[in-house]
């Protein structure tokens, strides 16, 4: 982070894995998307989508153009109709509601359908009949229809079974279309989709159908998923009427999540293996039992799409766009520096070059605005990089684990080392001039694998970190924030809540107030040596402000989320804060959450480089905002904190008698089943089925009546199932 001008006004930019090219616009820009799917109608014309991501190419996929969302979406599917240019692309918002977005110039600009339904879309099709024109069908928590591009949808659900997830859907004419469903089911319809018959029945063992291919003729279908943790195909050749397994080695666990046919049978998906990587299996059509698992990049991205352009070319999406023109032999596509980085800091010296720290790459330059990023030394790879400050715009500092320093007095065209003579990881540095300067950190610190000890530590320096005197605090705690006003008034912050004070340069740390024990503090900042700010959370989103130099503080804001993460002030005195939402204050008492939602992302970091462009990171996503500069705070608006997994805990209590609490959390909004079985497998009652916002959930179960005994509960959506033990004891 550079010694700040304090201007800061937030953008967006995501980080991906795959190069892409990008268009000046202004306002939030998504510049840079993870694809999840991807289309063409031609050798040459695409589309792709992904998490609040759309792009579009017209040179056969060797660029990628980046198109402006009209408004926020986590999209899971994308379709681009042959010939016409029109394009829909389909999945959820943060509210969870479906959302259908429409172009119709190739993916160049995009529209908001009028779609009114809760839940989630996640797959479409689209079909067209020179007598009755273009026909479009998606499908997820709701099966629905268009007739040539209108703005109007009909739900077509007659026969299907009410709260399940229809995971994929294919239509090969206007009439004949097959869709299935997470319980391993798949439907025929025959006059497009009014009515539906099952053509695959649900089985009794768990099994979750995630794609479909079809034939032209709807003779021969394709069916893959996976079943109890084990990737699984079906193969039809007589449209739906019988099915055959085709066998995938039961050495193996993961799952299918793609199928593309050419001359051979494609399937892509996800290893749980000792690789826990994304995979592409291929096999003649006529299938004689052996699959080849082919030779691409092993990332810990699962392969997500496949789409067949012609002859032997394929195009793959995993944590990037990659293709081959060989049947899979060998495939084109660079994998970025990063991907298995996740930003810690970032900070711009202008408009162009720009530094970022992180897990493994540790030190990223880009000379571009941020659009491409390359390791600036490769010897440091291992490194995990927390802070980098910049005291001009030629002299800057990083720190990392270890006690392990760099230094730059040339903008960052070479980097010296300038480490501390500390075993202990520097998780902040902090500098007044190019001579003064302070990291503090805290680290669990191994002399053996069995011999380890944790410590915090306090570094500073006098001469620009060629040498560093290093202390220790009594407290013991990790400090994870330090702020000097002067050379002599400093302060730092951490877990527990604790904030420390020096007042002799950092040669004497003291504690001088304990905020919330059970808080930890992420950065601090003072305005001046009276009035100061800490932010920070375990659960909330908590900021605090002192108006006597620290020694006593006030909760101004707090907010469910994930904690806020980083804090400062522009020239105009306005504060800007950044956690799992971005929250703008006027004065410092009162603070307002931003009407752009960060949508399942908490922010670490932000760097601002004028009143027109800043930066904002976290995770494996950089934000960027162009040339807006907001004079105006927004309102307060109602936001969803969403949780960062799919997760059932433990039932509590545990013996119980009669009753017990089961809570869990959802990742992503999706559809819900709850179940409780007994010892033998045998159902006892359905606790919960029905579409769930993401977010953290509670039930209460009463088991009067049954016998006391072990029971299983068992909680299912679209991505999975979790199973655990329970005990009633009367």
Known sequence: ??????ALILFAIIISCNPLQIFAQHGWVNVKGKPLDIQFDSPSR??????????YTTDAGDSWFSAALPVEGDLNAITLTYGAGHAYAVGSNYLGKCVIFSSADGGKKWKHENFVQNGELEAITTNYSSSTGYHIWVSGTVVAYNHSFEDVWEI?????PQYEYFSDIKFMDDQIGFVATSYGAVYLTEDGGLNWTVKKAKPLVYENIRALWVSQSSTLIYAAGDRNGKPVVYRSQNRGDTWDELTIASSMNGYCSTIAV???LFIGGHFYDGTNSGYILKAPQSFLGNWELLSVHVSTESIKSLFHISGETFFAVKDGIIKTTDNGVTWEGKDLPWDDFYINDIDFLDDNLGFMTGNHKSLLLSSDGGENWSIIDSSIANKNMHKIFFVDDSTGWACGSEGYVLKTTDRGNTWADASANTPVDLRAIHFIDRDHGWAVGGSWVYITPTNYYFSNVYCRTTDGGDSWAVSASSAGTQQNAVFFINSQKGWSAGNGGLIFATSDGGVVWDTISTIDASDYIYDIVFRDEQIGYAVGGTGPEVIYRTSDGGNNWTKVQSLNGAGIADIDFDSNGKGHAVGSHYWQSATGYTWFRNSYVFNNFHGSCIDTR??????IGGGRKLYKYDRVYVTDLPGEEETVSKPHSFYLEQNYPNPFNPETIINYQLDHNSLVDLRIYDLLGNEIT???????????????FNADGLPSGVYFYRLQNSKGSLTKKMILIR
Do not use: F, H, T
């Open 686 to 700: 359905v606790l919960e089925k029905s579409w769930k916002p993401a977010g953290n959930y509670s039930i209460r």
């Open 610 to 615: 004028s009143d027109y462009l800043s930066w």
């Open 262 to 264: 050419g001359s051979e």
């Open 1 to 6: 982070m550079r010694q700040k001008n304090y």
């Open 46 to 55: 695409g589309v792709a989508c992904g998490e609040n991501y759309l792009a």
């Open 156 to 160: 077509r659900m007659n026969g299907l």
